[in-house]
């Protein structure tokens, strides 16, 4: 069992939590944090503030059916992010803030078509920020203050015809000095004012300020139903047939939560006051 595994890898018998992985007759669905389908299926998984220790098990790639991944507040944890994530195609919310990550940014995100909220605050991360996260079509918010995150903002970002906020950390490698582009605050867009001429030139949409913020209205499910339409081609080159299948599979769901039509930890109307520090 997925959750048993991770009960052991991650110090669970330190857990202030109601997770009786010993009892077979235990109802997964009713533990604490774990949210499921009318079917049983794992939907939403949030462990914030568990004391979760260790490191995070590549089963937890066997969650085929989760939506929505919350690790906050987990500093004892030193992991890097399971590659088996990868396999959790539908993942839309994954958000690890003060959660003991390490090693590179992970590129297996990339894998996730579906995903809309990046949320990796206050971790050990280091490298570059991958250009592959120009693959995430869905993409609506990426945070990745409080690394050691180096390198530019991907141009490839440019390209997300969803995403509305990036607030991040970078360290300018190419100058040496250590200077540090900060957060910005909620929902303004991070300026690119750590650049200089030895760095590339960076993304218009760091400049451009007109569709931006929390006071935007939603797209509505006609415009988000023709983006995903325009966007097939794009899917199947990045994923394969697969992505096409997808795209049949989950737009009916997708369609109203981009178009801020639902409630819940995936939408956008989630919180009463949505102010982009989501827990």
């Known amino acids: 069992m997925v959750l048993a595994r991770l009960f052991e890898s991650c110090g669970g018998e330190h857990w202030d939590c109601n997770w009786s992985v010993s009892d077979l007759s235990s109802n997964h669905c009713e533990w604490e944090g774990v949210g499921c389908s009318p079917e049983g299926d794992i939907q939403y998984l949030d462990l914030t503030g568990f004391g979760l220790s260790g490191t995070l098990p590549e089963t937890l790639g066997c969650l085929s059916g989760l939506k929505a991944l919350t690790l906050n507040e987990n500093p004892a944890l030193e992991t890097e992010v399971p590659t088996s994530m990868s396999n959790i195609v539908g993942l839309q919310y994954l958000q690890a803030n ?59 970002l440019d390209t997300l015809p969803f995403l509305r906020e990036v607030r991040l950390s970078l360290v300018n490698d190419c100058l040496g000095d250590g200077e540090v582009l900060t957060c910005a605050d909620s929902y303004e867009l ?79 109307m989630a919180k009463p006051e949505w102010n982009g520090m989501e827990t």
């Open 98 to 156: 003060n959660a003991g990550l390490t090693g590179d940014f992970p590129e297996c995100v990339c894998h996730l078509p579906y995903l809309q909220y990046l949320l990796l605050d206050n971790n050990s991360l280091s490298g570059d920020i991958p250009s592959c996260l120009g693959d995430l079509i869905f993409l609506r918010s990426l945070h990745a203050c409080g690394n050691n995150l180096s390198g530019s903002v991907p141009a490839t």
């Open 190 to 268: 991070v300026a690119a004012d750590y650049l200089d001429e030895c760095a590339p030139v960076s993304p218009a949409w760091l400049h451009f300020f007109g569709r931006w913020g929390k006071d935007e209205d939603p797209l509505s499910a006609e415009e988000v139903a023709s983006i995903i339409s325009e966007s097939a081609p794009h899917i199947e080159a990045t994923f394969g047939p697969a992505g096409l299948t997808l795209v049949s599979l989950l737009a009916p769901s997708v369609v109203p939560i981009l178009a801020g039509e639902t409630y819940g930890p995936v939408g956008p």
